[in-house]
Every structure is written in C-alpha cells, then in structure tokens.
C-alpha cells in the first residue's frame, strides 16, 4: 500500500466525513478509460489535499497509477462521495478485506474516545497491516488463499466477545461476503438498521484489491 496526496482547489474547505471516497478517472495499459474509487483517508480542507492509500496489488489500473504517481502529475477525478453516517453507540465493529483498510482507520480515528472499537480485517500476511488508531484489532491472514471468500472472515467475527451496551456494525469488503457477516451480527442480536454494509468489490469484476476486468 502506498499513500498518494492529491491536491485540487475545488477541494479547498469542503468539510468531509469520515470513509467518504473519490472516483479517479485512470487509463489502463491498453489505452481504455477507467475509473477506480478510492477511500480518502485523511483531508486537509484548509489546502484542498487528500490523502489516498492505494493498494500496490497486480498489474492494473488503479495498482500502476499508485505505485508511479509523482509530485506534479495530473489526475482528474470525482467526488467526495459516500453516504456512511457515524452512529453513536456504546461500540463499534468493524470488519472487512484490505479493500477497507483506509476506511476502517478513519472510522476509528474519527469516533469519540469514550466509545470502544472493535476491528476485524483479512490480509493476506502481517505485511499487509497497517496502524488503526483506537481500536482493538483482530488480524485474519488467509495466506496464498484467493481474497474474498466469506470463510476465514466469518468464523473470527463469530468467535468474538462483543462488549456489554449498545453496538453498530460496519461492514467494508467484498460484496457477499458482506452480506454473509450481516447476517452474522443480525443472529447475535445486532439490529438490521444497526449495520452498515459497503460492498467496495465482487469477485469476478473490476475491484480495490486486484482491479481485474470483468469476467465476460
């Protein structure tokens, strides 16, 4: 992963919130426009930067423009997007892929101190980890396992001991596996409305982690 700043005076004083995500317009090795979405992980409204944490995975669109941006390249892109609302709560889970590593930071870093955060992410080994501030954190290495699949994410959210009070759910990552975990949190009694689910990609399409095409 490496952290890329981009900088745009229509940016200057727009206050955002946290997870929210902008849309760059990239060209892939073939020439074809793309686009990628990726989370800001942390803003500085007062000079228009963002700071995007690119994942460095396969030889892509999204994974080439991040490993060779330089100061000085230009970059168009949409947005800020997103439609996650910080919830207060006696606590918060947060569970997801590598896809959702800058969100699941931000989310942390943003909630009061008085509320506890509980985070759950797959990786493929410790290499892939980076600091999430404030927050009890549950590493799932799956090793030269394929990313995506529901089974390693599942059973460690499973094996939690979730705090006594109130609590909300964010869920970040590939799209059925997602769903796969709401389905977790709603059977130990966290409420429907209580979990916000974001698929950021689908095995088999254009994605965060390896940005392949879609499978035709």
Not at 50 to 74: E, P, Q
Not at 108 to 124: D, M, N, R
């Amino acid at each position: 992963m490496r952290r890329v700043t981009v900088r745009s005076d229509a940016m200057v004083g727009v206050e955002l919130r946290p997870a929210q995500d902008v849309e760059l317009h990239l060209v892939d090795a073939s020439g074809r426009r793309v686009k990628r979405r990726y989370t800001i992980r942390t803003a500085r409204p007062e000079v228009g930067e963002l700071d995007l944490d690119v994942l460095l995975h396969g030889d892509w669109a999204g994974s080439t423009w991040g490993a060779t941006a330089a100061a000085g390249d230009a970059v168009s892109f949409q947005g800020p997007r997103g439609k996650l609302q910080l919830t207060s709560a006696d606590w918060h889970l947060l569970a997801g892929d590598e896809s959702a590593l800058p969100a699941i930071a931000a989310i942390c870093e943003a909630l009061p101190e008085h509320e506890a955060a509980i985070a759950v992410i797959e990786v493929q080994d410790a290499t892939d980890e980076v600091p999430i501030p404030h927050a009890d954190v549950h590493w799932v290495h799956r090793g030269d396992a394929a990313p995506g699949a529901p089974d390693r994410l599942v059973p460690a959210v499973e094996a939690l001991a979730w705090p006594a009070g109130d609590g909300h759910g964010y869920l970040m990552g590939e799209t059925r596996s997602m769903v796969a975990l709401r389905g977790v949190l709603e059977a130990r009694g966290l409420a429907h409305e209580a979990i916000f689910v974001k698929g950021y990609w689908n095995i088999g399409r254009p994605d965060r982690v390896a940005g392949r095409a879609p499978s035709r």
